[in-house]
């Protein structure tokens, strides 16, 4: 991850990589093969025992609280969102909560908070974090072929987090105060884009420790694997997608396997695993169940920004005339994107028509249409439809933001505010609300609520420093109300108590 500052030593780097390597999936993850098919009947502390695996909430319990383990995702979480590779884009990122809060609400977990976001890197990846974070990469994305594949990876990953894994695994090696394991836990995300950081650290550490690790670890990618199965079965998606994705990647680490890291080679994905998931596949009702448009939405919108403009649009162009699509709808959807990019609006108009014309209404296309008024200058139409969008689909967040975004556009803060504040007290974490809330009280003159505003953008963009200024400036703001200080100055002590922790982990 470029841009972290988390001095970590080699120590450090080695003991998270045993300790948390296999929270990652795909080309640097380690996948151990699977033992025999359990029944699925089996309740969780029989299951946990069958494996031979603690059962939750003992010893996981006693290692990293849940509390404790939401803290050390948030930590993390802020420097993530300093990296200018996190997709921040609403559409892209409702798109993958709704498919991984689906399968979370169907867990034995429901209850716990989980957020999902997309990181733009081309590998087929995706990786479970400390309190519910789950990050995807925009390669796995693009290179799912059903949705039940992508839900096979978000499934995999939510039962690492349900099942605890990361707690059990700590507390399988040492116990760790909580802004060490946040620092190592940010190493170990960084040493996605340094392999030979880590394979250096691994092939340093002693052989026994590293063999007592990977077996509790292959344990949990085992069960990791069959409860995702479940989820994804209860969650009405097609389970035949885990097994699919599984082959698809084997076949590709087949091909690649003289370039693997060594990390990887000693542990390869193996046919038991791809057997077991099959099996049980097998012994399953088939019903078939078609990918959602939004699947097919997102993955030509996240294309459509992979190359410049221009290569984007002959991208799209190429696909239509050779027929190499998934859907015609979303390869049209996709060429008015590039269109778009390209300063066209008239030809994105033209594209979004004909998309338009194969896959009937969807408030993804209407929120381009929008974006193509205002590109041609008309921001009033632009608002006007958005407003109706919001009428006709409900206020999906996605929508509030557009709409909030047309109603700057024009000038009209007062109402862009009243959308806003309803969206933020929804999605609390969602940091470019705060920046466009901040935007629109300082167009009013509102200094206390700007700065409120802006320190909240800072805190969930990652800038502590920058938001306890920010913070402190509302203070001393002359137009606060008394509800708004005290907001205030309950949020700069929260912030100021992290700041001094995050610092401290950094010294040490």
């Not at 909430?57 to 006693?62: F, N, P, R």
């Not at 949990?220 to 097609?238: I, P, Q, S």
Request: glycine fraction near 8%; proline fraction near 4%.
């Amino acid at each position: 991850m470029r841009g972290y500052h988390f001095a970590m030593s080699d120590r450090r780097l080695r003991i998270l990589c045993l300790a948390l390597g296999l929270m990652v999936f795909g080309p640097l993850a380690p996948c151990g093969p699977f033992e025999p098919y359990l029944p699925t009947g089996l309740g969780g502390g029989e299951r946990a025992r069958a494996q031979g695996l603690p059962e939750l909430g003992e010893a996981a319990q006693a290692a990293l609280s849940p509390q404790l383990e939401r803290k050390v995702g948030e930590s993390i979480m802020r420097e993530y969102r300093r990296d200018p590779d996190f997709i921040d884009d609403p559409e892209v990122s409702a798109y993958v909560n709704l498919v991984g809060r689906r399968l979370a609400s169907v867990s034995a977990d429901a209850g716990r908070e989980f957020e999902f976001f997309v990181v733009r890197e081309p590998t087929i990846n995706a990786f479970a974090m400390p309190g519910g974070f789950i990050g995807v990469h925009s390669g796995l994305l693009l290179a799912s072929q059903s949705e039940g594949e992508l839900a096979g990876v978000l499934a995999h990953e939510v039962s690492h987090v349900t099942q605890r894994h990361i707690a059990r695994q700590i507390d399988q090696g040492q116990k760790m105060q909580w802004a060490a394991i946040a620092g190592m836990v940010a190493g170990i995300l960084a040493a996605r884009s340094n392999p030979q950081a880590a394979q250096a650290a691994i092939m340093t550490a002693q052989a026994g420790a590293i063999q007592s690790q990977l077996n509790y670890s292959r344990d949990f990618e085992r069960e990791a694997d069959r409860v995702g199965f479940t989820l994804m079965a209860a969650a009405g998606f097609d389970p035949a997608g885990m097994p699919a994705f599984f082959d698809r990647l084997q076949r590709a680490y087949r091909l690649s396997e003289s370039n693997a890291p060594a990390y990887l080679r000693t542990h390869p994905l193996t046919g038991e695993r791809l057997s077991d998931m099959q099996a049980r596949v097998a012994a399953t009702e088939y019903r078939q169940r078609p990918d959602s448009i939004e699947f097919q939405l997102v993955r030509a919108r996240l294309r459509s920004e992979v190359d410049l403009p221009a290569e984007a649009v002959a991208l799209f162009q190429r696909q239509l005339g050779e027929g190499r699509y998934m859907t015609v709808a979303s390869a049209r959807y996709g060429l008015a994107l590039a269109y778009l990019r390209a300063d066209d609006p008239k030809a994105a108009a033209t594209a979004l028509g004909l998309a338009r014309q194969e896959a009937g209404p969807h408030p993804m296309f209407d929120t381009l249409e929008a974006r193509i008024d205002a590109a041609r200058g008309n921001r009033a139409g632009a608002s006007e439809r958005l407003a109706q969008t919001l009428r006709t689909w409900g206020r999906r967040d996605y929508l509030i933001h557009e709409y909030a975004a047309a109603l700057q556009a024009e000038g009209r803060h007062r109402e862009a505010i009243v959308e806003l504040d309803a969206l933020v007290r929804l999605r609390p974490r969602e940091a470019a609300a705060f920046g466009m809330l901040a935007r629109s009280h300082a167009a009013l003159g509102h200094l206390a609520w700007q700065h409120r505003a802006q320190g909240e953008f800072y805190a969930l963009s990652g800038s502590l420093s920058d938001a306890i200024q920010q913070l402190q400036f509302a203070q001393r703001a002359n137009d606060g109300d008394f509800y708004l200080m005290s907001e205030v100055d309950t949020r700069l002590r929260e912030l100021r108590s992290l700041d001094a922790e995050e610092r401290a982990a950094r010294r040490n």
